[in-house]
């Protein structure tokens, strides 16, 4: 099983970046699939979340309206595009792979927005 993050960078506030997730090894479309975040000295949180078929999305609050996740079932891949960066944006982001007790993870990637 493979989850491969990229996308990641340095960005100004305000900015732009897609991150898209490579996965591998696994029946990717039976899978929920999530990004999540992890700033420095805080917990791991999960930000987006689609189901397994694509129709459904979940956010936090705090990305809502600005984060949007999509996925690719006949590409095994699941992107998220970020607009109006904030510093607060700042982070390792992850890939998640979830169903039932199957969990996988991407080895993240980070995000720094700076002026």
């Known amino acids: 099983v493979q989850l491969v993050e990229s996308g990641g960078g340095l960005v100004q506030p305000g900015g732009s970046l897609r991150l898209s997730c490579a996965a591998s090894?696994?029946?990717?479309?039976?899978?929920?699939m999530s990004w999540y975040r992890q700033a420095a000295g805080k917990g791991r949180e999960r930000i987006a979340l689609?189901?397994?078929?694509?129709?459904?999305?979940y956010y936090v609050t705090s990305v809502k309206g600005r984060f949007t996740i999509s996925r690719d079932n006949a590409k095994n891949t699941v992107d998220l595009q970020m607009n109006s960066l904030k510093p607060d944006d700042t982070a390792v982001y992850y890939c998640?792979?979830?169903?039932?007790?199957?969990?996988?993870w991407g080895q993240g990637t980070q995000v720094t927005v700076s002026s």
């Open positions: 998640n792979a979830k169903r039932g007790f199957d969990d996988y």
């Open positions: 090894g696994f029946t990717f479309n039976t899978y929920v």
């Open positions: 689609i189901s397994s078929t694509g129709d459904s999305q």
